[in-house]
């Protein structure tokens, strides 16, 4: 539903009263009295947040200023050209914040490629059931879905110490068997894959300081590594570079999520890269440069 607003800084809750049914906004207080409603995040200019129904499945909600108007996706069954209770709950939570407005926020239903659209129009042909069960059968057999789907569900946290260590472990081995007794090039990228593979599952999680730590620790397995294709660039040209730059985007992804602190960042980023055989793959001064310069 659309609540006009002549300018964000004039949206109100008085405003937001006046505009919906007074049993839809007394049941929005309910709502928020009896903590349902999650914290909030900012999302392509409005709020989001996820709100608990009862014993019921929790259902995400959307609120933004668009055209000038308030408007609002709920997962509820309500439709987008009513003001549910949910959405007004949420508007609630952002206004009583202080939450900061854009006055040209995007609905996450218009925020996305064409292609995403016109599964997300399948997916909701589909009952509940159905999706759900084919979701999680690809989930079964898809170990970076899974963890996304468990990071959705709130089953399934940051990275801790111990299971990094676990990890750790296992990068090692995949490193030194790749290079271990008769070997060739194409083992070599095969572990390199496997490497970037477990990494880019990381970055489905929350950030961690003991992600980063890995991470940085499978940069310089990586380095060891390239370095072999590296010096066989006839037969691998480019490929180094690119792996390499699978590696620095999900340690840029979790340097952005954590901003560490930028003299241990650049001590140990230094480091790194000077004990590269070759090229290090965390050698961008341009891509650290908004960690490294930050006060």
Do not use: K
């Amino acid at each position: 539903m659309r609540l006009d607003v002549l300018m964000v800084v004039h949206f109100n809750e008085d405003m937001l009263a006046g505009a919906v049914d007074a049993e839809v906004f007394a049941a929005a207080e309910r709502l928020l009295a009896g903590g349902a409603v999650g914290s909030f995040a900012d999302a392509t200019g409005g709020a989001t947040a996820i709100v608990q129904v009862g014993q019921g499945h929790p259902v995400e909600v959307w609120v933004g200023i668009v055209h000038g108007g308030l408007d609002t996706e709920c997962d509820c069954d309500a439709g987008r050209d009513d003001l549910c209770a949910h959405a007004v709950a949420v508007t609630l939570a952002a206004l009583r914040s202080g939450f900061t407005w854009s006055s040209g926020a995007t609905p996450p239903s218009e925020a996305v490629e064409p292609e995403v659209r016109e599964l997300v129009e399948a997916a909701d042909r589909l009952s509940r059931r159905r999706l759900t069960m084919l979701v999680a059968t690809h989930a079964s057999t898809d170990r970076r879905l899974r963890t996304r789907l468990l990071v959705e569900a709130g089953q399934l946290g940051p990275l801790a110490r111990p299971e990094a260590d676990q990890l750790r472990q296992t990068l090692n081995a995949i490193a030194t068997e790749a290079t271990t007794g008769w070997w060739q090039m194409p083992d070599v990228v095969t572990a390199g894959e496997a490497i970037i593979s477990e990494l880019e599952i990381i970055s489905e999680r929350s950030a961690s300081m003991s992600a980063l730590l890995l991470v940085e620790h499978a940069a310089t397995l990586w380095d060891g590594l390239a370095a072999h294709l590296f010096d066989d660039w006839e037969h691998y040209e480019g490929v180094p570079e690119e792996m390499g730059a699978r590696v620095r985007a999900v340690h840029l992804q979790l340097c952005e999520r954590l901003q560490p602190d930028p003299d241990e960042l650049a001590e140990r980023l230094n480091r790194i890269i000077g004990s590269a055989e070759s090229v290090s793959c965390l050698d961008a001064p341009h891509d650290y440069a908004p960690f490294r310069n930050r006060a």
